[in-house]
């Protein structure tokens, strides 16, 4: 195999990563498309398309990074529990704190004054996704 130069190895590099982009947006397209044509079921269950291909519907929040930081500096303490370290709000926890707050409404720290109004500002989403199950065979040599 005759040796590449450097400039050679950069433009196929560069037409690589164009292709790669290019089904990367192809994927996207047809994944919209099939995630339009199909409905959630009622049971919350992913939804198997054959044998090694699921839909599953996951929950994200999310909130801007510059309200992220107002409330951050209005109320550490929350924050530290609602959000990860990027900002990203933790759904688990704010489950969590949202039963507190049904459960013992009387026993809420100080902290948690701002629970309702920061809740306000983080955008809670279902998205569905596409996962491909490999069935992985042990193979004994």
Do not use: H, Y
Not at 72 to 95: A, T, V
């Amino acid at each position: 195999m005759k040796k590449k130069s450097i400039e050679e190895l950069v433009d196929d590099i560069l037409k690589i990563k164009e292709v790669e982009k290019e089904l990367k947006e192809k994927r996207q397209q047809l994944e919209q498309m099939l995630f339009e044509s199909v409905k959630k079921p009622e049971d919350g269950k992913p939804l198997w398309i054959g044998d090694d291909v699921k839909i599953v519907w996951r929950t994200n929040a999310k909130i801007s990074q510059k309200q992220a930081k107002i409330w951050f500096d209005r109320n550490l303490e929350l924050c530290k529990r609602i959000f990860s370290m990027s900002f990203k709000p933790k759904i688990s926890e704010i489950s969590k704190l949202e039963r507190t707050v049904v459960s013992e409404p009387e026993k809420l720290p100080e902290w948690m004054k701002d629970f309702d109004e920061i809740k306000k500002d983080i955008e809670i989403e279902e998205k569905p996704a596409l996962e491909v199950v490999k069935n992985e065979e042990e193979v004994e040599e």
